[in-house]
């Protein structure tokens, strides 16, 4: 519609040029009617050659001015405001107090997780001496049933060496009666000298068992067993009168005495567990004073069967196979038993201190997880402390303050507002079309209030800003001065369109039959037209893409009489130069 308006004024102008002429003429110009009809045929058009080039378009957009980097400063906790002395427009650095907060809650919670600690790494203590404790006592324990073990084997190795001597006997019986007779003789002497050893290690062994029942009394009477126990049935008299049916007993009384049960047990258990090592060694003793008793009935055993043999031997000498082969038998089972029984008890012993070793280190595994989760709890408290110092975490300007002394700080509000001003981000938006156009890094003017500053493309957004409908571009301003406050509008100037390698002609020079436009080119003084495919234009020139080339006469000025074939006068004058570029702004 523009290019129209500017056909038709120019339309307008030759009608009046032909009008001043044609009065000029019947006022006498020097030329007949006929002659100035015929001069008027010739069309008289301005010219110029194309010229090949590049035309690049700019746009115009309404920025948002924000800093490249801004914080809210918000508190972590709700606090009172002791203290602040930041204002807007202070300039502060990365790590400078901001405010202080009221800080009391916070120290009593640290004094606390403190004494929390204390008191595990004191039961970490107590744990590893009571480790140490069950590790002697395992110790002692191990000593004790090797000894007894050794002596068992002694014990052992005799009464087999009887066995043997007895069956010895009876093969010497077998080979010569009467010398058997006499050996047996010797051998029951031999039998009976054994008794009497057996006599005084039975005796030993049962020293044993009251040695081990003086340290088991004399260690309940030191731990306090009995009055324990009396102690503990008194409480559990005193609750169960308390508790009698049909009687209201007294709260506070009852209470008590519940207490001083509890206490009671307590107080027994841990005495048992205290004489546990003395009954232990007490049942030890026992075993063995039954085990020598037992060996002492064998021998005199061997001693009856030796005579009961001696019996026999004066009878028949199948008598005396018989007897060695009873001898054999009561051999290997003496054999297996003791073995079974010795093995038992050593198991058993060794089993039962390991148990009490890996019990006290349980404990003092328990006793460090609870000093480590302590440990925590004052690490936890340090942090919520550190959170009542308000920081700036970078440097940069206040923006905004939102506190006063005396006010209270809550997470739900910015207390600051921080912004760095040293490079300062321009935001726009573009339609999808111009944002195919654009890249990173491309240069950009920005324009606040007739000030011009350089900026660069630093982001282009992938998706439409659902309130404007607009791709969101960002762009950075390196050199930022006062006048580019936060949150102001500025104008945004870019290259957007931009056509290399075509003819570029002007705007005017183009005209259009349905769509398909076309120009007129000047060949041997006449007008031809020639249709063209045109790209993209401003208000002044337009490029064409086919149809035209630099070498063409292309003629630039509008007459009502142009057409092809047309006569024309030719004026030439200068175009574009070749190879030239042109920007301006897109219409």
Known sequence: MRRR???????????LLAVSCLAVA????????EEEDTASDVIPVEAQMPAAGTLTLENEFVGMVSPEESVYVIPMVTAEVLSTDISVGD???????L?????EAAELQLASAEAQYNSAAAGVQAAEVGYEIAQAQYDS??????VQNEQTQRQKDLTMYQMQMQIDTIDNGIEDINEQLADLEDSKKDAKGQRDSLSKVKKQANEYVKQAQAAYNAAAALEGLGPAQIRYQAAVDAVTALETPGVTPDPAALAAAKKELESARQALDAIKLKLKPYELDLQTAQATASQTG??????????????DGEEQLRGTLSDTYESKEQAETVKNLTEAQLNINTDNVQDIGKRTAALGVESAAAQ?????VGAAGAKLGIESAEYQLDMYTLTAPIDGIIEAVNVKEHDFASPQSPAFVISNKNTMTVTFGVSEGIRSTLRVGQKITVDRNGKLYDAAITEIGSMIDQNTGLFVIKSCVSTPDDSLLTGSSVKVTAQTYRQADAILIPYDAVYYDNSQPYVYVAVDGLAKRMDVETGIFDEETITVLSGL????????????????????????KNGAEEGAEKTAGEE
């Open 99 to 103: 405010c202080k907060l009221d800080t």
């Open 364 to 368: 003092v595994n328990s006793a460090k």
């Open 26 to 33: 019947l006022t006498g110009c020097g030329k007949t009617v």
């Open 5 to 15: 308006y500017i056909k038709s004024e120019r339309g307008s102008i030759a009608a």
């Open 549 to 572: 080339s630099t070498d063409d006469v292309l003629i630039t000025s509008w007459s009502a009489n142009l057409r092809e074939g047309a006569e024309v006068s030719v004026q030439m």
């Open 91 to 97: 300039t502060v650095t990365a790590g400078q107090e």
């Open 141 to 146: 324990t191990v000593a004790q049933m090797d």
């Open 294 to 307: 037992a060996a002492y009935e064998q021998v005199e055993a061997g001693i009856a069967s030796m005579e």
